[in-house]
Each structure stands twice: as C-alpha cells, then as structure tokens.
C-alpha cells in the first residue's frame, strides 16, 4: 500500500467529518474500506476483539471517572466560590479581574481535566461581573475562551489518557510532564493581559473595591477544597500509591465528601452528574473502539513504515517534520475538533515521529498544545462556540477576535517547546 493510497484514505476519513458524519462511524468505514480492499473478509470478525479489549482497559476507566469529578465540583458550587477567592487575590494586577479569568481556569482544568468544561463553568460564574464593572468585552470572552485550554494541558488530562492508551505511553509521565508547560503558559497568558492593561488602560473596567488583608486571608478558606481534590489526584499518582485511574476514583470520593460538606449532595444532582458523565463517556469511548480498530488495521497494513519511509525521502529534518506537523495541525484545527484531530492522526504519525527520534512524551505534549490551539482557531474552535454559547448573545466574532492574541502567545509557545525540548521532559526525567 503506498503513500497515495493512504493520504486518499486520510482525505476521505477527514472530508466524510467535515460533512457532519459521526466522528466513529467515519473512522469505522475507512478501517473497514482498507480491510476490505487491501486484507480480508475475516478480518472484520476481529473487530470484535478490539470492541473487547479496548472496553477492558483499565487505564481508560479513568476518563468517566474524571467527567464525573468535574461534575460534581460543578454542581456543589465549589467552582463559584473560588473564583470568587480568586478574584479577591488576582484584582489589584494590571488587567484586574481578568487574571481571575486564567488563573480560576488553571485550577479548574487541574481538578476536571476537561476544556470544555473549564469553558462553560468558568464562563458561567465570571460574565456577569464583567459586564457590571465595564470591562473590553471582546478581552474578557478571549481571556475565557483561551483560559479554558488549559484544561487538556495542565494534568489530569483526557486527552493525555487517550493519546497514552493508543502509543502505550505512560500516562503518569504524560501527567508530569504537563505540568511546566501548563503553568508557564498560563503565565504567558497573564503577562499578555497585564501588557494590554498597561498599554490600554481602557480594555479594563473599573476596580473594585480593595478588600482588606484579613479578607484576603479569609477568602483562602475557598481554595482549600480544589487544593485539596489536586493534591489527592496528583499527589497519589506522583507518589507511586496510585495509577491514574485509581487516583481519578479518590478524587470522586473526595469531591463526594466535600458536596456533602456544602450540603449539595441529593439524588437529584448525583442523578444529573451521572446523566451527563455517560453522555459524555458514551461518545468518547465509541470513537476510541473505532481508533483502535483503525491502528489494528494501520499497523498490518504498514502503513507507519511506508509513511516513514515516504517523509525520509522528502528529505526532511527532525526539525522540518515538526513544522510540517505544526502547519498540518493549524489547518486541521479549522475543520475538525480536537478529540476527532487526535484520534484520526495519532495512529498514523506517532510511529513516524518516534522514528525519526522524537520522544513519545514530548510529543503527546506538543500535540496537546497544538489541540489547545485548534480550540480557538476560527471557525471551527470549540471553546469559541462553548463561551459564545454562555453569553447567550451578540456575535461569535466578538469571542474570535478577543481569543487572536493569546491564539498568537500559543503559537510562539508552541515553537518554544520545539526550540527547548527540556521545559516539557526535565519534570519527567528528574522524577524518573
């Protein structure tokens, strides 16, 4: 099978997307076409191995885990209440109550490992305040919907579980080495903020008023409960007492008995967290079984050695690769959402890449960011549409323009991590 035949194939998984067809069903027929024209009949039947093996995997027991602890610190209001201790602490910096925006989303995206979600929930408790205190409303959607990536690169993640479950990479190395970039990145969307704030004292709306250090120092009573659920997550992965998904579980347990402590914990909000985990578990965990019959099938066909081989001679660089990929993915993320990018491309170009030299976990990271990216990038954006959907009116315009220059600060984050490799694997390398 050679290259044309695969980017054929490619094209047609991608373009039967684009056309509104199931994520799942469209890798499904290209997995089936390639066995069907190129293997064989009973190889279909193994399919059901793969539905099998796949739904058997205890590492991915972990992504309806996590769903469901972003769920519950959603509906026990643990959410509001930090931001709002947030915003206590983060208002008397240049740019005000829009650092609350980064730093309420950092935390969250630790705690639920979802950007979306971070979106939606962050962009729930903080529009209103901005429209009382007059701020850029084009800045303010930005800073939300650019905030909200953080949820796929700070750990846990979903995405990184994922893409460790399909290369076999280690998820808790994934999970560490998430950690520098995530924060750095928030730090660049921070500084990006105070600059704006500096240069156009008009984009930010009036102060409020300066709260005194005894409530300041009060107001920490409601980071402990997200602090908390971190430190138990990660600190039992970090520690070796816990895999990831076994930490996921003491993280529900926790957030259970912090939505008891709140008294928030019914029948009623149990039954929606668990009506939405499905929901949401339901759809990634059939497009995962399609992704993973699509390898099986990839992988017999040659096709990540034909690919290689292919690339080689190009003649491209290490180097030249990856910008090829960066490109690749920049117009990837106009047309198609993040978990349906990952799983169409992963199969096929993390063979190439390792061969070429690249260090799997590097790479998980770059990928992460590069979705990141993709999240924001018009017209297609996700978090765009999630933010939009919030403020319930206007144009989705007024959310693109303002996410532009932190879509630009990721762009040049992106090119940092290529140019200086050890800020994604020194974390992972010292930990061992």
């Known amino acids: 099978m050679g290259a044309f035949e695969v980017m054929i194939g490619f094209i047609a998984m991608l373009g039967m997307m684009a056309a509104g067809i199931h ?14 024209m190129y293997l064989s009949v009973p190889l279909l039947f193994s399919f059901g191995d793969t539905l099998w093996g796949t739904l058997n995997d205890f590492i991915l027991t972990a992504i309806p885990l996590f769903i469901l602890l972003g769920e519950l610190l959603l509906r026990s209001g643990i959410t509001e209440r930090m931001y709002s201790a947030l915003s206590v602490w983060l208002d008397r910096l240049p740019g005000g109550l829009l650092h609350t925006n980064i730093g309420a989303s950092s935390v969250f995206a630790a705690m639920s490992g979802s950007s979306v979600a971070t ?13 009382e205190r007059g701020y850029s409303e084009r ?20 995405n ?4 460790g479950a399909i290369t076999n990479t280690s998820i808790g190395k994934l999970f560490i080495a998430g950690i520098l970039p995530g924060l750095a990145l928030a730090g660049a969307f921070m500084l990006t903020i105070m ?6 004292p008009g984009v930010v709306g009036k102060a409020s008023e300066r709260a005194s250090l005894r409530d300041r120092l009060a107001s920490l009573v409601d980071l402990l409960p997200p602090a908390f659920v971190f430190a138990i997550v990660i600190g039992s992965i970090y520690s070796g007492w816990a895999t ?8 529900v347990i926790a957030a259970l008995g912090l939505a008891v402590w709140n008294r928030k914990l019914t029948f009623r909000m149990l039954h929606e967290c668990f009506l939405s985990m499905a929901r949401t578990t339901a759809m990634i965990m059939l497009i995962i079984v399609a992704a993973f019959f699509l390898n099986y099938v990839v992988g017999i066909l040659g096709i990540p050695t034909t690919l290689t081989r292919w690339v080689a001679d190009l003649g491209l660089t290490p180097f030249g690769l990856i910008l090829a990929l960066v490109v690749f993915y920049l117009v990837l993320g106009c047309f198609l959402e993040t978990l349906s990018m990952m799983i169409a491309t992963v199969p096929i170009v993390v063979p190439m890449v390792v061969q070429f030299g690249f260090d799997p976990v590097w790479f998980g990271i770059f990928l992460v960011v590069m979705m990141e990216i993709s999240l924001i990038t018009p017209p297609i954006g996700m978090n765009l549409y999630v933010v939009q ?3 319930g009116r206007g144009s989705i315009t007024d959310v693109m323009v303002g996410s532009l220059p932190f879509l630009a600060i990721m762009l040049l984050f992106v090119l940092l991590i290529i140019l200086w490799p050890g800020l994604v694997l020194w974390l992972p390398d010292a930990m061992g």
């Open 119 to 131: 979106a939606a929930t962050i962009g729930t408790v903080a529009l209103p305040a901005f429209a």
């Open 160 to 163: 990184m579980i994922i893409y």
């Open 244 to 251: 990831p998904t076994e930490a996921a579980a003491l993280g």
């Open 139 to 158: 800045l303010a959607l930005g800073t939300l919907a650019a905030g909200a990536t953080l949820g796929i690169l700070i750990p846990p993640s979903i």
């Open 23 to 36: 994520v799942a069903v469209a890798i499904f027929t290209v997995a089936t076409l390639g066995t069907l």
């Open 195 to 200: 600059a704006f704030a500096l240069m156009r």
């Open 389 to 391: 959907g919030v403020r």
